[in-house]
């Protein structure tokens, strides 16, 4: 069960809720039904769209079977991103998907594998990464002041991810209750 004051287990409810969220795929080709634990996928014909849940189109993709619709992050929606993330003023966060951290591990984690065969994926794996890092690292510098802030702003906490809003929430507390014991 998901206890709301454990950030990993948010951020694992988080990616579990990803991985189960469905997709739109197309079919490459014709394949009959696909029985699976509790439940099938298919069948397929080819040029069809159909909705499934992403851990499935993960794995029927790495087969050739469909493709999925969905465009995963990449390096210059990312770069995107962190430029965006850097003009905001020190209490101000741009929009992020809500699903942008599920999606980012996912991105750095295939860049990962895929940077062990490839010098060129090796090296937009360091640039992601970098980017990366700093994206997080501004948005945690906002969230920071937000949290300490006598003050709620809620148009910058509306803009916050599951995530975020976690890491917000439990910031806020200490720093009420350090007030609280020092005043």
Same mark, same amino acid.
């Given at each position: 069960?998901?206890?709301?004051?454990?950030?990993?287990?948010?951020?694992?409810?988080?990616?579990?809720?990803f991985e189960n969220d469905f997709v739109s795929v197309i079919a490459?080709?014709?394949?009959?039904?696909?029985?699976?634990?509790?439940?099938?996928?298919?069948?397929?014909?080819?040029?069809?769209?159909?909705?499934?849940?992403?851990?499935?189109?993960?794995?029927?993709?790495?087969?050739?079977?469909?493709?999925?619709?969905?465009?995963?992050?990449?390096?210059?929606?990312?770069?995107?991103?962190?430029?965006?993330?850097?003009?905001?003023?020190?209490? *101000?966060? %741009?929009?992020?998907?809500?699903?942008?951290?599920?999606?980012? !591990?996912?991105?750095? &984690?295939?860049? #990962?594998?895929?940077?062990?065969?490839?010098?060129?994926?090796?090296?937009?794996?360091?640039?992601?990464?970098?980017?990366?890092?700093?994206?997080?690292?501004?948005?945690?510098?906002?969230?920071?002041?937000?949290?300490?802030?006598?003050? *709620?702003? %809620?148009?910058?906490?509306?803009?916050?991810?599951?995530?975020? !809003?976690?890491?917000? &929430?439990?910031? #806020?507390?200490?720093?009420?209750?350090?007030?609280?014991?020092?005043?």
């Amino acid at each position: 069960m998901l206890n709301k004051n454990d950030s990993l287990s948010l951020i694992e409810y988080s990616d579990f809720m990803f991985e189960n969220d469905f997709v739109s795929v197309i079919a490459v080709k014709d394949h009959p039904k696909i029985p699976l634990v509790g439940f099938s996928v298919g069948p397929f014909e080819e040029g069809k769209e159909y909705e499934i849940r992403f851990w499935v189109a993960r794995e029927l993709e790495k087969e050739g079977l469909i493709n999925i619709r969905e465009r995963p992050l990449d390096a210059t929606t990312l770069y995107r991103t962190q430029w965006t993330e850097r003009i905001q003023a020190l209490g *101000q966060l %741009s929009s992020l998907p809500e699903d942008f951290y599920p999606r980012l !591990r996912r991105m750095i &984690e295939d860049l #990962r594998v895929s940077s062990k065969t490839s010098p060129e994926k090796l090296r937009e794996y360091e640039y992601v990464q970098n980017l990366s890092l700093d994206i997080i690292n501004c948005r945690l510098k906002k969230i920071i002041s937000l949290a300490s802030s006598s003050v *709620q702003d %809620s148009q910058a906490l509306k803009n916050l991810t599951i995530e975020e !809003r976690d890491l917000y &929430e439990r910031v #806020r507390r200490i720093v009420n209750e350090w007030r609280s014991k020092i005043l």
